[in-house]
């Protein structure tokens, strides 16, 4: 059993799937949660419209959407995109290792609902994610966040994953991300 800041909860039945349009709704609120939590932190990261509900149907269309289903609710969402992060392609200080591979999957818009914070859901999500990579053959992964999500980057190192570059979000120098990667054997 794992406690919540908001009391104790029975957590047992934790699994992932693919996102269908059904739901979106629940989606954009979770994102919505997101944006007003980093805007509280002072991190500009997902504060111009972005995701938006356009972005996630596409995911969702792609079959590259998931969410973390906590006892029949959908607590969290994340990408698993599996193909080059265009992004991606150009890195400054710092480089990818085993940049010459471009088979590599990629975790991006991953949110929990702040109805579930404080549960170390975040955690177990990408926990599941790296399975499903594996599972897909990748044996490497990818990640990125905004310098100032301290919460994100301590998470991903906790996990494992190893700090590579700076990339730069649509060739933007104002608008960059550390990135990181993480090797499955």
């Not at 480089?95 to 170390?120: E, M, V």
């Not at 730069?168 to 550390?178: G, I, V």
Request: net charge positive.
């Amino acid at each position: 059993m794992l406690n919540s800041k908001k009391g104790s909860e029975n957590l047992s039945l934790i699994y992932i799937r693919l996102a269908t349009q059904q739901d979106i709704l629940q989606m954009m609120a979770i994102v919505k949660d997101a944006q007003h939590l980093l805007a509280s932190q002072d991190i500009p990261q997902w504060q111009n419209g972005y995701p938006n509900e356009k972005v996630l149907l596409n995911d969702i269309e792609k079959k590259i959407s998931y969410v973390l289903i906590v006892n029949q609710t959908i607590a969290g969402i994340a990408t698993l995109l599996q193909e080059p992060d265009p992004n991606y392609q150009q890195v400054v200080e710092g480089n990818w290792t085993n940049s010459k591979d471009p088979h590599y999957a990629t975790i991006h818009r991953l949110a929990i609902s702040s109805k579930f914070h404080g549960q170390h859901l975040a955690e177990t999500f990408i926990n599941h994610l790296v399975s499903v990579s594996n599972l897909l053959g990748f044996k490497q992964l990818r990640i990125d966040t905004h310098d100032k999500n301290s919460r994100m980057k301590y998470l991903i190192n906790k996990i494992g994953f190893k700090y590579s570059a700076i990339v730069y979000m649509h060739n933007n120098p104002n608008d960059f991300r550390n990135s990181y990667q993480l090797f499955l054997d």
